[in-house]
């Protein structure tokens, strides 16, 4: 089994959106007639929902709500845009297989910077281990980057054992700036 086809089989194929170039899809199939465009349409969807397709054509069907008796069609349609596979037995589409394969891709490092982006967010510059001693105010000067609803939670841990460590949370609202940066 290929690496690729490894990475195929362990991506999730809901993907909530992959681009569709019309242009590619009328030069592959403007001969096609109207219920092999039908066929061949229920067939992408279902392939960039669910993934591969068995092997098994009455399986296919059901799952595709093909009341026909006759297979030629799926057939015909699953040979000509269709390869099966010998490693897994599994009908799959080529250019299918690149464009989950890139937008599964495009996620994952999305997903890596968004995670990034949350931890370098949760601690405010300038204030982090921010030591003070004495009594009164100790002051952070921060510059949310977003309007909304934010919570800052503050940690004070003592240097004296005697006392005890204490966790403050505020919740307030960020307005639109007013200023120009």
């Excluded at 009908?91 to 464009?99: A, G, I, N």
Aim: hydrophobic letters at 25%; a positive charge.
């Amino acid at each position: 089994m290929t690496e690729e086809v490894r990475k195929l089989k362990k991506t999730s194929f809901a993907i909530p959106f992959t681009q569709f170039d019309w242009g590619d899809y009328y030069a592959d199939t403007d001969y096609l007639s109207f219920e092999e465009h039908g066929m061949y349409w229920n067939l992408l969807r279902r392939y960039y929902t669910t993934g591969p397709f068995t092997s098994d054509l009455n399986d296919l069907k059901r799952k595709m709500r093909y009341l026909e008796k006759d297979n030629s069609l799926l057939e015909a349609v699953l040979n000509e845009f269709f390869y099966l596979s010998e490693e897994d037995g599994c009908w799959h589409h080529k250019r299918c297989d690149e464009e989950i394969t890139r937008v599964k891709g495009i996620s994952e490092i999305q997903s890596q910077r968004a995670r990034k982006a949350m931890q370098s967010k949760q601690r405010i510059a300038g204030c982090y281990k921010k030591t003070y001693s004495g009594s009164g105010n100790s002051t952070c000067s921060w510059k949310p980057t977003a309007q909304g609803y934010r919570e800052i939670t503050v940690i004070y841990k003592p240097t004296d054992n005697t006392y005890s460590e204490v966790t403050s949370k505020k919740t307030f609202w960020v307005y639109k700036r007013t200023t120009t940066r």
